[in-house]
């Protein structure tokens, strides 16, 4: 397995194996991997000839109240595990490295990067994220670069910034991988103290309840948000709920009488651990469970 | 000449010539060529092996008090002077080709889009320029790219957005072409009428005025603008001042001691035609004339 730290190692390295006719998958992480982030590996190596993973913690999506600082970091470990699934190259630029001197270009998808995460932690944590992903794009110019669905509403900025900016790389979605309690797997898990730790498949459980709350109760979005934060309030006696939501998941804006995919989506601290999860469902499709 | 009107087809006919080994120039227009923009085709063909020219009149670089309604259009006219030039193909895209439903992200280059015409036309205006030229980029991806000096804060704009996005085109700039009384050529010139044409080439007049005063008599920004806005005032008597500025060339920042390059950069009225100009020079080379 290649280790590249800089932009034209990695650019040049990609470059020559699409010269042969090589399709480029492309895995973006913050690193300390878990088998959410491995699952998304798993797709990319059957989806293209070779796999090149990114290891950036990038500071442009951490505002500076963030945990940034204290974000978790085990780059051997990390490594050893991108060896074993099979991975081609691993990038892990320096801060500098990716934002030179002057750096001034933000990349921003407005509408969608408004609600949920962009409300709570600010708009600027998306713009961090487009114009980081779109940096590695032309840096190492996949043909198709794999996100994890438990982060919703970032995998819709980038395949709206990707449609909007005539990008050629196709985005796939990887489903969210949980622990067998339930809860989501997150580098930022490893924060949780065992007491927390019980709590947190709390979070998913409850969103299953709205779903069936949505499905069979009520369709008003505010009822159904009630319902979730009750039932998080109720088994979950240390969180503090950031934003419970229920949108529409093509656009993430309010749902309408014509919306068919419905996502519930929550951001939750624990103790000072803040989780996020989702939840997405068709009210048109026939299945209802 | 090929002309395409859709992303795929443009998009298709440089990628096989690309593939042939053959380097792609590209010249981004909204059209109503005039010798500034011929010229720039000159460096294009020059540099590369087919040349790509686009014209499309941008609204999302214009404020909704500016001319996108009556900015002049001939296409017939710069299709004629693209044939004889010996461009390969021209891209004429519609708005909506360009900029499909819910359409929503934004390129910003922050600190350099900030003075000057970013004062004037508002910020989004370089937004717009920066949006759609890297979706441009993107649709033709060219090798070079050629962009007129009259619009120095734009070619500074993209100059910065290349380099932070780890584009791999290069940018090339063209000199500003000037009629025989100086007045640099624009498509914007065809607003004057008789007398404001006669006006107009104080401007460029004054920014020489402006230069000699800053070598020779005083380094104080300020002083330097009052200078030249003085000569526009007493010499075109219809003028209005947008603003007359005198910055550091290379960061479009204050003056300091240290500052090399000098920008003096014109945007005045005649009637209701809003003018551009500018003039940059070393205060440090021998040369000062």
Redesign the interface.
């Known amino acids: 397995m290649k280790i590249f730290k800089t932009?034209t190692e990695i650019r040049n390295y990609t470059r020559l194996r699409k010269l042969n006719g090589e399709i480029c998958g492309f895995v973006p992480t913050m690193g300390y991997l878990h088998q959410g982030h491995l699952s998304l590996m798993d797709i990319s190596i059957t989806r293209s000839d070779f796999t090149v993973v990114s290891i950036f913690v990038n500071p442009m999506q951490f505002s500076p109240t963030e945990d940034l600082e204290t974000y978790p970091v085990d780059i051997e470990t990390d490594l050893n595990l991108l060896r074993e699934k099979g991975v081609a190259a691993v990038f892990i630029p320096s801060v500098s490295e990716i934002y030179?001197e002057?750096?001034?270009?933000?990349?921003?998808?407005?509408?969608?990067s408004l609600p949920l995460c962009g409300a709570s932690r600010g708009v600027s944590h998306f713009t961090g994220v487009?114009?980081v992903v779109?940096?590695l794009f032309?840096?190492i110019n996949p043909d198709i670069a794999v996100f994890g669905k438990k982060d919703f509403q970032q995998l819709a900025v980038i395949k709206?910034?990707v449609?909007?900016?005539?990008?050629?790389v196709e985005i796939i979605s990887g489903e969210t991988v949980r622990e067998k309690n339930g809860l989501a797997m997150s580098s930022r898990n490893s924060y949780l103290n065992a007491n927390e730790r019980k709590q947190a498949p709390v979070i998913q459980e409850a969103l299953k309840e709205g779903k069936f709350f949505r499905l069979n109760t009520s369709t008003d979005s505010v009822s159904v948000e009630k319902h979730i934060i009750n039932q998080i309030r109720s088994n979950a006696p240390d969180s503090r709920i950031d934003y419970i939501k229920c949108l529409d998941a093509d656009?993430l804006e309010d749902t309408s009488p014509e919306t068919d995919n419905i996502l519930l989506a929550a951001a939750v601290f624990l103790g000072k651990t803040r989780l996020i999860d989702n939840i997405v469902f068709s009210v048109k499709s026939v299945e209802k469970s």
Do not use: A, H, P, Y
Not at 102 to 112: C, E, L, M, P, Y
Not at 163 to 168: G, T
């Open positions: 932009k030179g002057s750096f001034q270009t933000q990349v921003s998808v407005t509408r969608i487009s114009t779109l940096k032309n840096i709206r910034m449609k909007d900016l005539d990008l050629e656009t």
